[in-house]
């Protein structure tokens, strides 16, 4: 029986560890399709959602599956405990992905405005962030998620900074309104992202340790 269960929660990571990468995908693509004003590509992660969507609900009957054959206990259990936060996280950020897929694809039909000039660098984070945890959770490396978290409040900085360029810019460019709407959408998508991001490296710690740091403050290494 212990063998039968070793090799369920082998095929839960591996499942896990691809419905992560379609998550990721669609971001970058997302990302990438406001920057160039590509509603192809913008279309194409809305299409895919659906993929995403079907993946997590399989991910999680799996789960609940073995729970039930299985009764597992101690690692074993904490480990699955920790795929079904961490499959409903992934899940969560494909939907956000699609919501910037979306605002892309209505950029696309306007004509060019300059976007906040913080938003690159919250992109910039927010990705790295969410690569982080991806990559911490494949590793299994504490030290990575660790540094995953200490990313969190630099988002949220940024997208403060991003709202205050919004409302100068309104002020200035009444006419723009909706565009600018639509990168301040992009801004608190994006840091919704490094929360899930932040949220998959607490799940990460979680697993290998057995530590919940999810309210604990986050320290600089070292």
């Given at each position: 029986m212990a063998r039968h269960l070793q090799q369920e929660i082998e095929k839960l990571k591996s499942k896990l560890l691809t419905l992560a990468t379609n998550a990721k995908d669609?971001?970058?693509?997302?990302?990438?399709?406001?920057?160039?004003?590509?509603?192809?590509?913008?279309?194409?992660?809305?299409?895919?959602?659906?993929?995403?969507?079907?993946?997590?609900?399989?991910?999680e009957e799996d789960c609940l599956k073995i729970l039930a054959l299985y009764q597992p206990v101690a690692t074993d259990l904490r480990l699955i405990v920790s795929v079904m936060k961490i499959n409903n996280d992934i899940e969560r950020i494909g939907d956000l992905a699609v919501n910037i897929a979306e605002r892309a694809l209505f950029l696309c039909t306007e004509p060019p405005i300059e976007a906040p000039s913080?938003?690159?660098?919250?992109?910039?984070?927010?990705?790295?962030?969410?690569i982080g945890s991806l990559d911490s959770l494949v590793r299994q490396d504490t030290k990575r998620a660790r540094a995953v978290r200490t990313g969190?409040?630099?988002?949220?900085?940024?997208?403060?900074?991003?709202?205050r360029e919004f409302s100068a810019a309104v002020r200035k460019n009444p006419d723009h309104v909706e565009c600018l709407l639509s990168y301040l959408?992009?801004?608190?998508?994006?840091?919704?992202?490094?929360?899930?991001?932040?949220?998959?490296?607490?799940?990460?710690?979680?697993?290998?340790?057995?530590?919940?740091?999810?309210?604990k403050p986050t320290l600089p290494e070292g």
């Open positions: 669609a971001v970058e693509k997302a990302v990438k399709s406001v920057d160039e004003r590509d509603a192809g590509l913008a279309q194409t992660v809305v299409d895919g959602d659906l993929t995403i969507d079907r993946a997590e609900v399989d991910l913080d938003l690159a660098e919250m992109r910039t984070k927010a990705l790295a962030m969410l969190d409040d630099e988002v949220d900085d940024l997208n403060r900074q991003v709202f959408s992009v801004g608190r998508h994006l840091e919704r992202i490094a929360d899930y991001a932040t949220n998959i490296a607490e799940d990460v710690i979680y697993l290998m340790e057995g530590e919940i740091v999810r309210h």
